[in-house]
């Protein structure tokens, strides 16, 4: 069945105002740019059920598109909670985008816990004016433990290949048992496929015990 | 018709206006109820946008930023349009005349809604104050928007008695209302209702004052109800409340339903949530 998937995994975009966070779910949601859109207040939403690995996955994506006004941000901190992934996204040519990605790491860390795992994405790679190199971005997103893409949500480049990068990420946490879906707030839920690979491992075992 | 706050001729009022004001008259009856008319002094919106150039506004960067995301596919607001230099000052005179609250967005799509409803920019800037000021309450586009977060408290309050089936749903589908209405309040709908709706309800709006936007709101997921409680997880139930209010385009029904379904329910309750939540609301540490 199309709808059917392993898991879904909740996910975050965040960063300062006009760096194109919600243009990138668009991208990804819709495979294509988001023209002439009105700017939205609070956050927009969108999934999408990709296939990582062996594991159907549904990615739900909550872009906090007013994030970046300062007032906001105590509207948008909540969204955090419950989440199992963020893309911090800055645009490559403003660097005080750049600059304000240390807060949004710390605002990450500390409201959806250490083992978020964290993207770090310079977008509007289209754009000719740069002020931030690829390289001097690598090594701050080296430096802080995070995953580093340029994208760009006008052409597309990158923007598949950070969403799933971001997936693996978390899929790999859970593998290693860094995470745990279990725990409520993980961002993780079972879908329902697994569930029924579950229920079904779990039936001859309960028969068992009736016979018993 | 300002100082008129009850008796026959007001319920007069208030019903022709549900039905709502025509084309011709809107702009003046908005100017009217909403108070800018009583507040307007001469001269004194020129006055603010020459004390200073834009570039040393404080506000300036946020205001820029927006100017282009506002209605873009509308003429008036499309590259090259009038409307963005419009925009542009009446958000800055904003800023100016109230200091404390600067520009936040969502002020964006009020002032540019006034000024597709026929205002001058002057009008609008005054529909504006009067807005900020006396139809919603002073503080609730200040620094921490305490105000509309508490708004959202009681909209869940008056969900979960109204309407426990979906308020139950929401919980189970580990859905965050908040994440969908917050802007319903802050933008007063502006960035989810089509126009027509839109107006109709700013109509109502202006005569009745904030309460209209919990019964908008409240009619709104009234009306969808049954849907959503079809949709099995929380990102189809995001995604069906976003695009709900797209189509929304039967007005009469919505006012109807605004009317009929919170009539008993709604103003003793919300006297009473909106206190014990705002008092509970404390501003956040700095860092946050």
Redesign the interface.
């Known amino acids: 069945m199309a709808h059917t998937y392993d898991f879904l995994l909740k996910f975050l975009i965040t960063g300062d105002s006009g760096t194109g966070k919600s243009c990138l779910l668009h991208q990804f949601v819709e495979n294509k740019f988001k023209e002439g859109a009105t700017h939205t207040i609070g956050v927009e939403f969108g999934s999408r059920i990709v296939t990582i690995g062996k594991n159907q996955v549904k990615l739900q994506i909550v872009s906090c598109d007013s994030a970046g006004q300062e007032r906001f941000r105590s509207v948008t901190r909540s969204y955090y909670r419950g989440a199992a992934g963020a893309l911090l996204v800055y645009d490559i040519s403003n660097r005080n985008s750049f600059t304000s990605i240390a807060k949004w790491i710390a605002d990450a860390r500390k409201l959806a816990g250490a083992d978020i795992a964290l993207m770090l994405v310079g977008n509007k790679l289209d754009l000719e004016d740069r002020e931030v190199s690829y390289l001097e971005a690598s090594r701050f997103a080296q430096e802080n433990e995070m995953t580093f893409l340029e994208t760009s949500a006008l052409t597309g480049e990158g923007v598949e290949e950070t969403f799933l990068k971001c997936g693996r990420a978390i899929l790999t946490k859970i593998e290693t048992g860094q995470v745990d879906p279990e725990r409520p707030g993980s961002g993780i839920q079972y879908g329902d496929s697994s569930l029924r690979r579950i229920s079904q491992k779990s039936r001859p075992a309960r028969q068992k015990s009736l016979c018993c | 018709m300002a100082t008129i706050g009850q008796g026959a001729d007001w319920e007069e009022l208030r019903e022709l206006v549900r039905g709502g004001i025509p084309v011709m008259y809107r702009n003046k009856i908005w100017q009217e109820a909403s108070g800018a008319y009583d507040m307007r002094q001469p001269g004194y919106y020129r006055e603010l946008l020459s004390r200073q150039p834009p570039e040393e506004c404080q506000c300036w960067g ?1 205001i820029e ?2 100017l282009h ?5 509308n003429v008036l607001f ?1 590259p090259g349009g009038q409307g963005i230099e419009k925009l542009k000052n009446i958000l800055l005179a904003y800023s100016i005349h109230n200091p404390l609250v600067g520009y ?3 002020m964006n ?1 009020l002032a540019g809604t006034l000024l597709l409803t026929n205002n001058t920019e002057e009008e609008s800037f005054w529909i504006l104050v009067s807005m900020l000021g006396r139809r919603m309450p002073e503080d609730y ?6 105000s509309p ?1 508490a708004d959202q408290r009681v909209l869940k309050e008056l969900v979960q008695e109204i309407m426990p089936r979906l308020s139950l749903h929401f919980q189970e589908m ?1 859905v ?1 209302l ?2 969908v209405t ?2 319903w309040f ?2 007063l709908f502006t ?1 989810c209702l089509p126009v027509e709706t839109l107006l109709r309800v700013w109509d109502v709006f202006f005569v009745e004052g904030m309460m209209v936007v919990f019964k908008i709101a409240v009619a709104i997921l009234w009306m969808n109800e049954k849907e959503i409680l079809k949709c099995r ?3 189809a139930v ?2 069906y409340m ?1 695009q709900m209010t797209l189509v929304m385009h039967q007005a009469d029904k919505l006012m109807k339903v605004s009317k009929e379904n919170t009539k008993q329910a709604l103003p003793k309750q919300m006297l009473h949530f909106f206190h014990t939540n705002l008092t509970s609301l404390t501003p ?1 540490p700095h860092c ?1």
């Open positions: 946020d930023l927006d995301r506002t209605f873009p596919t499309s936040c967005q969502g799509l586009f200040t620094q921490q928007l305490l977060q580990h965050d908040t994440a917050f802007s802050l933008t960035d997880n929380g990102a995001y995604c976003k956040l946050f």
